[in-house]
């Protein structure tokens, strides 16, 4: 077996960085958590006590995923997504719920997100599935299967309701447009979500006109070449009647806590102390941090818990106020860096599989990276998803560790055919 | 393309993120203001306030711990309403009102339930406090007044505004300025410095701990205490004498423009407006607008001067050198121009200036005025020669003493004459303003200022700026401005004949009824006619009793100017009054007993009282 000539070169850089980055997130959930009946840095009642466990426990787990033979990952990958799928209905039956959504199996107090681990199972299958010589991601059938793949976690996790957790998903467009997905895709996303936010922010009447403007200038460009005029009013059509729809769904799908959390965004309500209470409260505490921050736990709005969930979603804020400009800077380029590396490194896969994998593990990064920083420094809406490696939670960082090693494993086991 | 798309996303996200923390952090950072910050409550520590001295250093304001009844809506637990009720002295009904009202401002901060307790109510509540949770007793300092008199100079002091908040960064709501009098004028020196401590808060308001270890923290520095030029037993005895009566008495130290003695009447006890009830006693005075017991008379009255003005007339004149002291004129019962009389009472005539002075001859002075303006070639600029005279003494201007009230009175200008005469159009002469000569007229001064030129005239030329601060106690020192002469333009050895003129209404003229044995005076009585409107009509009222003087004729040391409304003649009540107010001063005793107890006993009220009775009565009886 080529297995036996051991040849495993392990990405230290991805795991130097993963380390910064958790031990960076430990120190400020410290800070965020920090109470007056601490007693030192090893209370295990407190939260930070009790991350420093689930950090431990981390690296139990990347030993483990680094000790599995690599092979397993993509032989066993549609077990492993069954599974998942599995603990997922299962929660229907046995999760407990709280705050009405039923996302969390409870073991004696220490409490499991299944949908944290489903990211890691989909992720191994899509790969699995597009990496399949029969697999053309340029034909419909396959592209349905794709998408089927990636709908029924989706599914699960709509009913728990879990909103945010659904959002990562669309992180997959990203590796299958890789593996050959038309581009339109991607260019429809994007479309469908600056027409979503152009209603919402311009009403529909604005956006309809700037439609036939658009429309009659790329047509009158064009005229030389004859287009088909049809073509062009179907389209038009096409699109206003999404902006239409996007109205419809805006007051009759979504709940009126989404609608506060876009009207923010999109400064149609100033509400600092309701619903925007989180986002205001997370600016200021930013705000205050300047360029080299108030210092490690001396945040004036972290110590007065005035920013809410702020060891788990809201951590940033206590980077930006504690740390300043420069601390958030470091933060940054940290994700930034990581992000690419693994990008770089997923292109170097010889292995399509492992470059599937390794373009979901980037792409469910660079999800989460962009949505909980654009959320905590007020230019996205409200969505709550943790940051990566940072964030409180034993699930979510259990999650990413095993989902970002399992490729560290793969990039790792590339050199064995050299 | 295909593998740069995502790449390309993650770079234009950092991007993003470093343009957005750039903005929020470096370009659009807040100023880092402690006080600003919600996360952190300032406390204030508040100093003593400075106490108040009179000239021979007899205390007289000093401060009392008071106790204020505090809750916190949110810690309240279940407790023997009734009990606590007996306690606090109020009804049930009223303490569940006043728990509402608190739990409605907020339920996590303190509010008051019974404000400033007396110490008897705190001795016997603060042993049983500990068994009503969520209830505290707070300390603040109230001002404790050693005196009942002097509720004028000392003022009071009184929680701030949101307009003073707007305009003046050290004070926060609730806090406590000088709102009038010495407090008012002295405000930095008596209040010190607060101490600040920064706590920090969480997101409930609770507090969890000083901010950074206390290091931002200062300690309060106590308030100077001050010593008044006031002498206590002169101003009590004032406000004694001028009981029943409405005006003002002002007595200066000619040496040194130290104000010995400010009244005003009616007035109040200081420590009415101090405690449980200030808010209603301080609505009571004010509403009082008949009376008036919170407006100085002697700093905010503008009253014709009547004929102590004459004093300056003749002065002015001597200056101008228009006149001679053995230059006569004659009186034909008043003073005869055109087709009418200015009158005058029965009196030897002619007369030159030291007889006119002591027999007050409106004729005289008419006389000498008219030489005055028309000295010059157009009675404009004549005019104007005068008003310059007259401003030398303090007059038409606010004189800058250090008390927050006062009015300019009124000297009137060639500029206002033209105005009224419709000039050039319609012409007038010095005729047109003869009423000035003898302080009627447009002429309109302020008791101060009539102490004011007395001393001027005590000294025979200057006057220093009156002021009621004698020291600064600790720094020891009182403003540089009250060190400095202020010279008349009249020169010195144009005084004595005027002097000897006062000097001889005391001996032989309209004052010589208020001799006192051993004291020479030297004064000048006015009795200044005066109207009022009732129902829109003009009604002329009795006299106003007017004296002005300054004793010992040589080296004096009062200047006293006393004021009573509706007095009638100006011997009557004012003389009297500056009489036993010297007295008292020179002597510490009074020989005059007889003239005491007339003033003591004697009432103006049925006099103030005719023009609201709707009947129509008589004056000057």
Redesign the interface.
């Known amino acids: 077996m080529a297995g036996n000539r051991t040849y495993v070169r392990f990405d230290w850089l991805i795991i130097f960085m993963y380390f910064i980055l958790v031990t960076m997130g430990w120190i400020n959930i410290y800070s965020a958590s920090l109470s007056d009946s601490a007693k030192g840095f090893l209370d295990f009642d407190q939260i930070y006590g009790k991350q420093m466990i689930w950090i431990g426990l981390s690296v139990v787990l990347i030993i483990f995923v680094l000790a599995i033979e690599s092979k397993f990952y993509e032989s066993y990958a549609s077990v492993i997504y069954i599974v998942s799928l599995l603990s997922l209905l299962g929660l229907f039956v046995f999760g407990t719920t709280i705050a009405g959504t039923t996302a969390w199996y409870d073991f004696g107090g220490t409490r499991l997100q299944p949908s944290e681990f489903a990211k890691i199972a989909t992720a191994l299958a899509l790969s699995k599935y597009v990496s399949d010589i029969q697999t053309n991601m340029q034909e419909l059938k396959h592209q349905i299967a794709a998408f089927v793949i990636l709908a029924l976690p989706v599914i699960l996790i709509i009913m728990q309701p879990d909103p945010g957790s659904v959002l990562v998903y669309a992180a997959f467009v990203f590796p299958l447009y890789r593996e050959g997905l038309h581009g339109v895709y991607l260019l429809l996303a994007l479309f469908a979500i600056i027409l979503f936010v152009s209603t919402l922010a311009f009403g529909t009447i604005w956006v309809a006109i700037g439609i036939i403007l658009v429309a009659a200038a790329i047509f009158f460009r064009n005229r030389k070449r004859r287009p088909n005029i049809i073509k062009y009013i179907l389209i038009s059509v096409g699109c206003i009647a999404f902006a239409l729809s996007v109205n419809y769904i805006f007051n009759n799908v979504f709940k009126q806590h989404h609608r506060d959390r876009f009207n923010i965004v999109l400064g149609k309500e100033v509400d600092s102390r309701g619903i925007g209470y989180n986002t205001n409260q997370s600016e200021i505490a930013i705000s205050n941090g300047s360029w080299l921050g108030k210092g490690w736990t001396q945040g004036t709005q972290t110590k007065g818990n005035f920013v809410p969930e702020q060891h788990t979603d809201y951590i940033f804020s206590t980077v930006g106020e504690e740390w300043g400009f420069v601390g958030s800077m470091v933060v940054i380029l940290l994700f930034v860096g990581l992000i690419t590396r693994i990008i770089f490194r997923a292109e170097k896969q010889k292995s399509q599989f492992g470059r599937v994998y390794g373009y979901s593990v980037a792409a469910i990064l660079f999800l989460h990276f962009f949505v909980n920083i654009g959320m905590v420094t007020g230019i996205f809406p409200t969505v709550g998803i943790p940051l990566p490696f940072f964030s409180y939670g034993g699930s979510a960082l259990w999650g990413f560790t095993i989902l970002l090693f399992i490729f560290v494993k793969l990039d790792g086991s590339n050199y064995h055919y050299s | 393309?295909?593998?740069i798309?995502?790449?390309a996303?993650?770079?234009i996200?950092?991007v993003?993120?470093?343009a957005?923390?750039?903005y929020?952090?470096?370009y659009?950072?807040?100023p880092?203001s402690l006080s600003q910050?919600?996360?952190?409550k300032v406390m204030y520590d508040y100093p003593q306030r400075g106490y108040m001295f009179d000239r021979n250093n007899k205390l007289l304001v000093s401060n009392q711990p008071s106790y204020d009844v505090m809750v916190v809506p949110k810690d309240v637990k279940p407790l023997d309403t009734l009990e606590f009720c007996g306690l606090l002295k109020i009804t049930k009904e009223e303490f569940k009102e006043i728990l509402r009202k608190a739990r409605v401002y907020s339920p996590r901060l303190p509010s008051v339930v019974i404000p400033q307790l007396n110490k008897a109510d705190y001795a016997s509540l603060s042993e049983k406090m500990y068994k009503y949770e969520g209830f505290y007793i707070q300390r603040r300092s109230l001002r404790e007044y050693q005196v009942d008199h002097s509720a004028n100079v000392m003022g009071y002091i009184a929680e701030v505004n949101n307009a003073i908040i707007e305009n003046n960064p050290y004070y926060q709501m609730g806090e406590l300025i000088g709102t009038a009098g010495v407090e008012k004028e002295y405000e930095e020196v008596l209040r010190g410095v607060k101490g600040v401590k920064y706590i920090?808060?969480?997101?409930f308001n609770r507090d969890?701990?000083p901010?950074?270890e206390g290091l931002f923290d200062t300690l309060p520095v106590r308030g100077n205490d001050v010593q008044l030029t006031i002498d206590a037993t002169l101003q009590k005895y004032g406000e004694e004498l001028m009981i029943h009566k409405r005006g003002g008495i002002v007595a200066i130290e000619p040496a040194t423009g130290e104000i010995l003695a400010l009244v005003t009447a009616p007035s109040y006890d200081p420590s009415l407006l101090v405690g449980r009830d200030r808010s209603k006693n301080f609505t009571k005075l004010w509403y009082d607008t008949i009376a008036k017991p919170l407006y100085d008379r002697v700093l905010m009255g503008e009253y014709p001067p009547g004929s102590p003005f004459k004093t300056l007339t003749a002065l002015i004149g001597l200056h101008e050198n228009v006149v001679d002291t053995l230059d006569t004129f004659s009186c034909y019962r008043g003073y005869r121009y055109g087709n009418r009389t200015l009158g005058c009472h029965s009196h030897p005539s002619p007369l030159a200036m030291v007889s006119g002075i002591a027999n007050s001859c409106n004729a005289y002075f008419c006389n000498v005025y008219k030489r005055i303006i028309d000295k010059y070639p157009n009675p404009r600029e004549g005019i104007d020669h005068w008003r310059e005279g007259l401003l030398s003494f303090g007059l038409g201007d606010f004189l800058g003493y250090d008390l927050p009230s006062g009015k300019r009175g009124n000297i009137p200008t060639s500029k206002y004459y033209n105005k009224i005469h419709d000039f050039p159009a319609h012409n007038w002469s010095s005729l047109a303003t003869i009423s000035n000569a003898i302080g009627q007229g447009e002429v309109l001064l302020t008791p101060m200022q009539m102490a004011n030129f007395t001393a001027a005239i005590a000294n025979r030329g200057y006057y220093y700026t009156p002021h009621i601060i004698k020291n600064i106690i600790g720094p020891d020192t009182i403003p540089q401005k009250f060190k400095e002469k202020h010279y008349t333009t009249v020169e010195p050895e144009n005084f004595k004949p005027v002097v000897e003129g006062m000097f001889q209404v005391y001996k032989r003229g309209t004052a010589s009824s208020i001799q006192i044995p051993g004291i020479d005076i030297c004064g000048k009585t006015g009795t200044a006619e005066n109207f009022t409107k009732i129902n829109g009509k003009r009604v002329q009222l009795t006299d106003h009793s007017i004296f002005v003087a300054f004793a010992p004729k040589d080296n004096p040391k009062i200047a006293i100017a006393v004021f009573v409304e509706n007095g009638y003649w100006g011997s009557r009540w004012a003389g009297r009054i500056a009489g036993l107010m010297i007295e008292k001063y020179l002597k510490g005793e009074i020989t005059r007993t007889d003239m005491e107890k007339y003033v003591l006993e004697g009432s103006l009220e049925a006099e103030y009282a005719k023009p609201y009775s709707g009947q129509p009565f008589s004056i000057n009886k």
Request: avoid cysteine; charge should be positive; proline fraction near 0%.
């Open positions: 393309m295909r593998k798309v995502l790449i996303l993650v770079l996200s950092g993003l993120f470093t957005r923390l750039f929020l952090q470096v659009d950072a807040s880092d910050n919600s996360a952190i920090q808060k969480d997101r969890i701990g901010y950074k």
